[in-house]
């Protein structure tokens, strides 16, 4: 019965919503008429990124907005203050190992989801990315708007170059070539004190302790920190990996074995790798290795009987690579391998 | 809603000799202004305010062209584009659900629940972490897992002597649990910053919708939504089943694909633009249904309800929480998620009494 009531009301409605179509399209059309890439006053000099994008950049950029760790971090290390970042990825706030360097710096949004209004308001002069930031040209598109977007390196790509990549982009080649220059001579001192411990096996897991342990393959920076070392891997974890970290079934828990294993907790290590709030530090990691303890094999790794399992800082040693970072993996292999460490 | 039904009565205009005949049911039309309204509100809002601090002044001037420096940037590439992209894709998943609701004759037969937008989703995900291609081709990847998937549900679907709605439900929900999976399954194989951003824009997020956003949108709606109404003549015999709607002269089967071509369409574009975000699609005929007591599909008012919601949803997602902005399909779920709980709780309610 009700079914004859009559009711057209949506072709009657259909005027007002052609008319907020028709504004739209004339706000469009106006707003397409005036673009302004924001002012830069003298002192530039022209860049081409890693995308092959060709940018007008300051000489000596101030006001840097980091969008990755690993621009963060070197910005960081070559003194440059950077003004805003997001959390690290899988992390909710940012990377630990930078917190302290990094001092009260402003968060702009989650990795991969800045929020560029925020970023506009804070009128940088430059904005780093990389492929761990976003691979959404859209939001690239907009940042770059407000002030010249650097794509510095590709996900994957060698560390140090991205480290040389970024101190040019920010203007500080000196600051850069001094650091490389110290990471090269420190590289050599801790080799010559590896003594017995000189091309050892080395693994670095990453595990929450809970669900599936992942390893690192040799992609990524702490990797080619061993390899700078002379150190060797365990033979499960060389060669590239299909990702960021390899999965490894409880039932293949000796892959995760070698002379000695370096052991990080990041994110819940679930399926999916969505953002966890997970803290990546030391103790979260000594933690994980406590419920390590309960699976059935860990136990009877050889690196865990002979005591050599090094609960490391997870955001630092799983890091796609920073020069901050890869201090702390020195620090780490210095005081354990090369500190006279004997087993 | 409070109980007091407003009466009013319809009426028919007729024009040149019953060439053009339109009912008019007043109740619609005013819940449709208030609609409007409301979405006008929202906008003000959105284009009004923000984390670049402009005060009114500055906005309306930089509206007519004169504003501060950087402002006409912030208000013409980001806030307004991302209203409007806000507006269409939720009139398009609104008029979307609408239609396969209809057609399903049943509320969850929206294609959110019946796979259609999962599908989306699959096709998008291979594009960001198999194939690593851009915006263009994660939308292109989207429109073509949509489709795909609709293509065989409503195939699996059929049988001798016309498909029913029930079984376009059913089918559907195997799809999206089975789409669902290979979703995850895609996430796991990937590394975690392309897990990441994946994950993203599986939530549903408006953060830097440009015009390239809503152009596309924009054209699928002037061309889908009038395609909509046409067909939405014989959606209203098909509401009644197939045999009343043959009988009245409507040929099912062909006025039923042409019905599911827009809905998937429509459902896909928008999936394309910002993600799948959740409940729209659901939420929005519902609630326009209710609240203009009609008893047709009611593709407008849903399109108005779908693009309010989705607006309304993400300006809230931007400053409920300023320091961490959510993604919208998160707001979503819980704004249209609560007022359809208290208005089929309503309705319960005042039934029992």
């Not at chain 1, 480290?163 to 490389?180: C, I, M, P």
């Not at chain 2, 089918?171 to 995850?184: D, E, P, R």
């Not at chain 2, 827009?262 to 699609?281: E, I, K, N, Q, R």
Request: proline share 5%; glycine share 14%; charged share 15%.
């Amino acid at each position: 019965m009700l079914l004859h009531r009559p009711n057209r009301s949506s072709a009657a409605l259909s005027r007002p919503f052609l008319l907020l179509l028709a504004l739209a399209a004339v706000l469009g059309l106006a707003a397409c008429g005036s673009s302004d890439a924001g002012g830069v006053e003298g002192g530039t000099r022209s860049y081409t990124d890693a995308r092959g994008t060709k940018l007008e950049l300051p000489a000596r950029p101030q006001r840097i907005v980091a969008l990755s760790e690993p621009t963060l971090d070197a910005a960081v290390a070559l003194g440059a203050k950077p003004i805003a970042t997001t959390a690290g990825r899988g992390q909710g706030t940012i990377a630990a190992y930078l917190q302290q360097r990094a001092g009260n710096i402003t968060s702009v949004g989650i990795l991969g989801q800045p929020n560029i209004e925020r970023i506009a308001a804070l009128r940088p002069d430059v904005i780093l990315i990389d492929g761990t930031a976003t691979p959404d040209d859209s939001i690239v598109d907009k940042l770059s708007k407000f002030a010249p977007t650097v794509f510095v390196s590709k996900n994957g790509a060698d560390w140090k170059q991205a480290f040389v990549q970024t101190a040019d982009v920010l203007g500080r080649q000196d600051e850069g070539k001094k650091l490389t220059q110290a990471y090269d001579d420190r590289i050599a001192s801790i080799r010559a004190k590896l003594g017995k411990n000189a091309g050892a096996e080395i693994s670095i897991v990453r595990w929450g302790g809970i669900g599936l342990p992942a390893v690192l393959k040799s992609e990524l920076a702490a990797p080619r920190v061993l390899n700078d070392l002379g150190l060797t891997r365990p033979s499960f974890q060389r060669g590239r990996g299909p990702g960021h970290t390899v999965p490894v079934s409880l039932e293949r828990i000796d892959a995760l074995d070698g002379d000695w294993i370096f052991f990080g907790a990041l994110g819940s290590g679930g399926a999916g790798g969505g953002v966890s709030e997970t803290p990546a530090d030391v103790a979260s990691a000594k933690k994980a290795i406590g419920y390590a303890k309960d699976t059935p094999g860990f136990t009877d790794l050889k690196a865990y009987k002979a005591g050599h399992v090094v609960p490391v800082d997870g955001s630092a040693w799983t890091s796609a690579g920073g020069y901050l970072a890869e201090q702390l993996v020195l620090d780490d292999i210095e005081r354990t391998l090369a500190g006279g460490a004997a087993r | 809603m409070s109980g007091r039904r407003v009466e009013l009565r319809g009426g028919v205009i007729r024009l040149r000799g019953d060439r053009i005949s339109l009912r008019v049911d007043p109740r619609s039309m005013v819940v449709g202004g208030i609609l409007l309204v409301l979405a006008a509100v929202v906008g003000v809002f959105a284009i009004g305010t923000g984390d670049f601090e402009l005060s009114v002044g500055e906005v309306l001037d930089t509206i007519v062209g004169n504003g501060p420096p950087g402002a006409d940037v912030i208000i013409s590439e980001l806030r307004l584009p991302r209203l409007l992209d806000a507006l269409f894709c939720g009139a398009a998943l609104g008029v979307a659900g609408a239609i396969f609701q209809s057609l399903t004759r049943n509320p969850l037969g929206s294609p959110d629940v019946i796979g259609f937008t999962q599908g989306a989703a699959v096709g998008a995900v291979l594009q960001i972490a198999v194939f690593g291609g851009g915006t263009l081709a994660i939308a292109g990847g989207a429109v073509f897992g949509g489709f795909a998937v609709a293509a065989a549900v409503m195939l699996l679907a059929q049988r001798a002597g016309g498909t029913q709605g029930y079984r376009i439900v059913l089918i559907g929900i195997g799809f999206s649990t089975l789409l669902a999976s290979t979703t995850a399954f895609l996430l796991t194989k990937v590394s975690l910053e392309t897990s990441q951003s994946a994950r993203l824009w599986l939530v549903g997020s408006l953060n830097g919708r440009g015009w390239e956003h809503v152009v596309p949108v924009g054209i699928a709606l002037a061309v889908l939504v009038p395609c909509a109404l046409v067909a939405g003549r014989s959606l209203r015999m098909l509401e009644m089943g197939d045999d009343t709607a043959a009988a009245l002269g409507v040929s099912t089967e062909r006025s039923r694909l042409a019905l599911v071509a827009v809905g998937v369409a429509l459902a896909a574009v928008a999936t394309a633009s910002t993600g799948p975000v959740a409940f729209v699609a659901l939420a929005a005929p519902q609630l326009a249904r209710r609240l203009t007591g009609a008893t047709g599909p009611g593709l407008i008012p849903s399109a108005l309800m779908g693009g309010l919601l989705l607006a309304a949803s993400d300006l809230a997602a931007q400053r409920v929480f300023p320091s961490t902005p959510l993604p919208v399909g998160v707001m979503t779920g819980a704004v249209g998620g609560v007022y359809l709980m208290w208005l089929l709780f309503n309705e319960w309610h005042q039934r029992r009494r």
